[in-house]
C-alpha cells in the first residue's frame, strides 16, 4: 500500500515536471496514473517477468533487478572485491582478479550482452567489459557467478565492449583510447600515425564458454567508441563507431571535434577470422592474465599468456571499410533485420542511419572517397539510408521493439524518442529524469526483442529521490511500451553508474537457476564431505583446517596450539542441500572479508593471528534459529609455545 502510494506521488510529480515547459508527456494524474502504477505493481510473493541486468559502472559489477517491479535481486561481483560474499577476498577468488599489472580489485563495468543462439537471447551467460584495465568477464547464468575473466593486452579503455556474435562465435572489444602498440617510451604529442587501436575478438567454446584471444586487429589511432554486431543479413560484420579522427592528443573536448565527419568502421570479422586461421596474421609477444574459476573444484586459477595474433587491416583486403558519421558519434546500433546500422553524431540533432545493403552496393561499386591509413572511406550519401529529424539534442543510444520501432536517448534534452524504422517518422517522445545515457528493451539488441518495457538509465538524479547527502544513486525510469505512445510506470535508483542493461524473459533463466552445488560433486582438494572428516594439520606454520558446516554448527568449533606467527587456512564445506542456506564465517581482527559459503562449495580464509589470546569466530548469516550458537574458538599461543594441536569434533 505505502509503494502504491510513492508511485503515485512519483507520477504526479512526473507531471508537474512534465507540464512546465517539457514536451509532449502524455502521462496524466488520476486514473490514468494510478494505471500505471498497477502495470509496476508486482504482488508480494509474484514474480517478475523480466530479468534485467545493470551494469555497474564505477561499482564494477552487475546488479539484477526484475521488471517492472525494479527490484533490486542480486549483486553479482565482477570485477571488484566484494566482501558480501568473499569473492576477490577469499583463496580461491582471488585469482579471478590477477591481470598483467598484478592484483587489479576494481573495475568501471560499462555493457553486459548476453549470450544468443540465431540471433535471438539464449540465457547461458552474461558477458561484461572492465573498462580501466581491459577485461571481458563472462558471467554464467544458471549461477549467476565469475566463471572468467580474460584480459586484452593491446587496449586501453576498453568501452566498445563487450558485444556477442549472433551464434556467440565471439565477444568482441575495441579500445576507446589508442595507445603506442607494443607499449614504449614516446613522447605523447607524436600521438598521430604512431598510436593505435585495437579490435580484439575472444572466440568462445560452444559447450564450455571458455573464452581465448583470437585475433586483434591493429587499426588506426582512432577512439573506437562503441560497437555492434551485425545480425540476419549483417552476420559476419561488426560496426563500431570512431571518434578523435584528428588524432588529437590534447584538449580533446575542442580538438576531437574538427572533422565535419568521424567514421563507423564496418569490419567483415568472418573474413578476419578465415584468414587468421589459414595462418594469417603476426604472432606479437605480450602479456595477459586468463582466469578461470571451476565450479567443481570451486577454484579460479590464473593464467598468464605470451602472445596474440595481431591482424593489420590491409592486408585483408575488403574487411574493413569507414563509413562517414556526423561528428563525434556515440552508440552504435544495429536493428533487429540487420539491415540498419544507427550512428549519431552526439552533439546534433538529426539521427544518421546506414543501410547495409547500400553498403554491400557500395563496396562492390568500389565507390570510394579517399582512404584513412589505406583503409577505403565509403561515400556518406551512397551508405546513408535515412535520417530522422529528432528535434531533440544529444543523441546516444538506440534500442528496438518487435514492431519495427527505434527508440533513442538524448542526453542533452533528457528524453526518450520513439521513431520509425524505414519512414524515420517521430511517432512519441517522453522526458527522461534526467540526462539518459542508455536505454535497454529486454532483447533490444537481438534479431527478437520483446517490446513491452523500455528502461531508461539516467546519469543525473537531482530532485528525484530524498536527498542523501552530496551523491545520490543513479535514477531509472521503466516505460510501457506495448502501446502506441510509452507510458511512464515506475522510477528506481540503481547502484552505481548503470551504462547499458540487458534484459530477458524471467522463463529463460528462472527454471535453470542453479539451487545448490552438490556435495558429492565437490573437487575442491580441502573439502571435507562429512563431519567426522574434518581436522586441522600443521605444515611448519602453515596451518589447514578441514573444517564443516550445517545448521547450526562448525566442526570443529574449538581449536587450540595455533601460534602467533603461523598462517591459518580455513578450508569451509558448507553440507547444506538446501536452497539458499549458505553459512558465513568472520574471525575477529582478521585482515580480509567475511565468506559466504553456498550449499555445498568450499571457501578459504586465511587468518595470520598476531596477538596471543582466545579468539572467536562466527557464522555472519543468520541461518537458523540457533545461528547465535553458530561459533567457535582459536587459542593462539605465543610463537615459541608448546601448547598441542588439538581441536574438537563435537563428540
Ligand atoms: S556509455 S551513456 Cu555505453 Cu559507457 Cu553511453
Ligand atoms: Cu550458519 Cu548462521
Known amino acids: 500500500m505505502k509503494k502504491y502510494n510513492f508511485i503515485l506521488t512519483i507520477l504526479a510529480a512526473t507531471a508537474l515536471i512534465s507540464s512546465c515547459g517539457n514536451q509532449g508527456n502524455n502521462n496524466s494524474t488520476g486514473a490514468l496514473a494510478s494505471s500505471a502504477a498497477e502495470k509496476a505493481y508486482v504482488a508480494p510473493g509474484e514474480h517478475d517477468e523480466f530479468y534485467a541486468f545493470m551494469s555497474g559502472g564505477y561499482s564494477g559489477n552487475i546488479t539484477v533487478y526484475g521488471l517492472p517491479s525494479g527490484r533490486l535481486f542480486k549483486e553479482i561481483p565482477v570485477f571488484s572485491q566484494f566482501p558480501t560474499s568473499g569473492y576477490g577476498y577469499s583463496e580461491e577468488t582471488k585469482p579471478m582478479l590477477n591481470t598483467s599489472f598484478g592484483f587489479v580489485p576494481w573495475d568501471d563495468a560499462h555493457h553486459p550482452d548476453i549470450s544468443q543462439t540465431n540471433g535471438e537471447l539464449d540465457g547461458r551467460w552474461i558477458f561484461i567489459n572492465g573498462n580501466n584495465t581491459p577485461r571481458i568477464a563472462r558471467v554464467s547464468l544458471s549461477t549467476f557467478e565469475t566463471e572468467e575473466i580474460i584480459e586484452l593486452p593491446n587496449s586501453a579503455g576498453n568501452h566498445s565492449s563487450s558485444f556477442i556474435t549472433e551464434n556467440t562465435e565471439y565477444v568482441v572489444a575495441g579500445t576507446r583510447f589508442s595507445v603506442p602498440i607494443p607499449q614504449r617510451d614516446m613522447p605523447i604529442n607524436e600521438y598521430k600515425g604512431n598510436f593505435k587501436g585495437s579490435l580484439s575478438f575472444i572466440s568462445i567454446a560452444p559447450e564450455t ?42 584538449l580533446q573536448e575542442v580538438n576531437a571535434s574538427q572533422n565535419d565527419k568521424d567514421f563507423i568502421a564496418a569490419v567483415n570479422w568472418k573474413m578476419v577470422a578465415d584468414y587468421v586461421k589459414n595462418g594469417g596474421g603476426t ?83 568500389e565507390k570510394f572517397d579517399g582512404e584513412a591509413y589505406g583503409i577505403p572511406i565509403l561515400r556518406f550519401e551512397d551508405v546513408l539510408a535515412g535520417t530522422v529529424k529528432s528535434g531533440g539534442l544529444g543523441p546516444l543510444h538506440t534500442e528496438f521493439d518487435d514492431k519495427g520501432n527505434a527508440y533513442t536517448t538524448f542526453f542533452i534534452s533528457s528524453e526518450v524518442v520513439k521513431w520509425k524504422l524505414g519512414t524515420w517518422e517521430v511517432l512519441d517522445r517522453q522526458p527522461t529524469f534526467y540526462s539518459v545515457g542508455h536505454l535497454m528493451i529486454p532483447g533490444g539488441n537481438s534479431r527478437k526483442p520483446f517490446g513491452k518495457y523500455v528502461v531508461a538509465m539516467n546519469k543525473i538524479t537531482k530532485d528525484r529521490y530524498l536527498p542523501t547527502g552530496p551523491e545520490m544513486e543513479h535514477s ?96 569451509i564445506t558448507n553440507h547444506e542441500q538446501d536452497f539458499d542456506v549458505p553459512h558465513g564465517f568472520a574471525m575477529i581482527g582478521q585482515n580480509t572479508s567475511e565468506l559466504l559459503i553456498m550449499p555445498g562449495q568450499t571457501k578459504t580464509s586465511v587468518w595470520e593471528p598476531k596477538k596471543v589470546g582466545v579468539w572467536p569466530f562466527y557464522c555472519t548469516d543468520f541461518c537458523s534459529a540457533l545461528h547465535q550458537e553458530m561459533q567457535g574458538y582459536v587459542r593462539v599461543s605465543p610463537a615459541d609455545s608448546n601448547v598441542p594441536l588439538t581441536y574438537s569434533l563435537g563428540e
Open 476 to 571: 531509472a525510469q521503466i516505460y510501457d511500451i506495448s502501446g502506441d505512445k510509452m507510458e511512464l510506470i515506475y522510477d528506481f535508483p540503481t547502484h552505481g553508474e548503470p551504462h547499458y542493461a540487458a534484459g530477458c524473459p524471467a522463463d529463460l533463466l528462472a527454471p535453470k537457476s542453479k539451487k545448490i552445488y552438490r556435495l558429492d560433486d565437490n573437487k575442491h582438494p580441502y573439502a571435507v564431505t562429512s563431519p567426522d572428516q574434518a581436522k586441522v594439520v600443521r605444515e611448519g606454520n602453515e596451518v589447514h583446517v578441514y573444517m564443516s558446516t550445517i545448521r547450526s554448527h562448525f566442526t570443529p568449533d574449538n581449536i587450540e596450539g595455533i601460534k602467533v606467527g603461523d598462517k591459518v587456512y580455513f578450508h
Open 209 to 250: 564458454g571458455r573464452l581465448n584471444l583470437d585475433f586483434q586487429m591493429i587499426m588506426p589511432g582512432f577512439n573506437y567508441d562503441l560497437s555492434h554486431p551485425g545480425r540476419g543479413k549483417s552476420h559476419g560484420w561488426f560496426f563500431f563507431t570512431t571518434y578523435n579522427t584528428e588524432e588529437a592528443n590534447t
Open 283 to 365: 604472432k606479437m609477444a605480450t602479456e595477459y592474465a586468463h582466469n578461470v574459476y571451476d565450479e567443481h573444484t570451486h577454484t579460479a586459477t590464473s593464467t598468464m599468456k605470451k602472445e596474440v595474433i595481431t591482424v593489420d587491416p590491409t592486408e585483408v583486403p575488403g574487411a574493413v571499410f569507414f563509413l562517414p558519421t556526423p561528428k563525434s558519434p556515440h552508440g552504435c546500433d544495429v536493428d533487429p533485420s540487420g539491415q540498419y546500422i544507427i550512428g549519431n553524431g552526439k552533439l546534433s540533432a538529426d539521427l544518421t542511419i546506414h543501410s547495409f545493403d547500400k553498403m554491400i552496393a557500395a563496396i562492390e561499386g
